[in-house]
Nanobody, 129 residues
Framework: QVQLVESGGRLMQAGDSLKLSCAATGSTFPFAQFAMGWFRQAPGKAREFVAATKWNAEATRYGDSVKGRFTMSRDDAKNAVYLQMNNLRPEDTAVYYC????????????????????WGQGTQVTVSS
């Protein structure tokens, strides 16, 4: 059983930078063998893909709305992933969720909600103009 706990969300101003963290816990969870992703959901909107990194960190994909501004990274020694968000915009306001791939050692980078089977509770990011 894996648990994902996000942290770092807060109220920011447009143009600011913020780094989110996600810690994965579970006594027998082989974190390094799974891709991890970040999604977000704004009020009244569907959950949106933000970023995901392959299990071996060889590739990372980003949603179109965050390309060039957000950077995802992982630290397998700490069972953690991070989302560095730069040049924040009001439209980045959302609850941000960390997610674990349902497949072990997937050959590609997963980007669909259905590709992930474990989710954190989310952390709120609010960006004021």
């Amino acid at each position: 059983q894996v648990q994902l706990v996000e942290s770092g969300g807060r109220l920011m101003q447009a143009g600011d930078s913020l780094k989110l963290s996600c810690a994965a816990t579970g006594s027998t969870f082989p974190f390094a063998q799974f891709a991890m992703g970040w999604f977000r959901q704004a009020p009244g909107k569907a959950r949106e893909f933000v970023a995901a990194t392959k299990w071996n960190a060889e590739a990372t994909r980003y949603g179109d709305s965050v390309k060039g501004r957000f950077t995802m990274s992982r630290d397998d020694a700490k069972n953690a992933v991070y989302l560095q968000m730069n040049n924040l915009r009001p439209e980045d306001t959302a609850v941000y969720y960390c997610a674990k791939d349902r497949a072990r050692r997937r050959s590609n980078v997963p980007t669909g909600i259905g590709d992930f089977n474990s989710w954190g509770q989310g952390t709120q990011v609010t960006v004021s103009s």
